[in-house]
């Protein structure tokens, strides 16, 4: 079994940053992709940073420019930094840890952590 505990939400104004962590532990030696999603009240969960163990990264577009997903794989720790911040960007926050399974991948997901952005 994968946990997963997200850290560093919290309330910041318009064009400030926030930096989020997730701590991954138990059963991780085959993950090989993490990221970053999103849900606003009354919209769907969404898609906003994923990294590979390699260390490649893909953003949506809504964020590209603003934040940055990173990985430390001793710590077994993924990031995303978030600067110019957005009143849209509010949202809770959840770390995804996902590994290859069949017939589809396996997916983990963490509890979430809230990110208010004020005007």
């Known amino acids: 079994q994968v946990q997963l505990v997200e850290s560093g939400g919290g309330l910041v104004q318009a064009g400030g940053s926030l930096r989020l962590s997730c701590a991954v532990s138990g059963s991780i030696s085959s993950i090989d992709a993490m990221g970053w999603y999103r849900q606003a009240p009354g919209k769907e969960r969404e898609l906003v940073a994923t990294i590979t163990r390699g260390g490649s990264t893909n953003y949506a577009d809504s964020v590209k420019g603003r934040f940055t997903i990173s990985r430390d794989n001793a710590k077994n720790t993924v990031y995303l930094q978030m600067n110019s911040l957005k009143p849209e960007d509010t949202a809770v926050y959840v770390c995804?840890?996902?590994?290859?399974?069949?017939?589809?991948?396996?997916?983990?997901w963490g509890p979430g952590t809230q990110v208010t952005v004020s005007s």
């Open positions: 995804n840890a996902n590994k290859w399974g069949w017939p589809q991948r396996l997916h983990y």
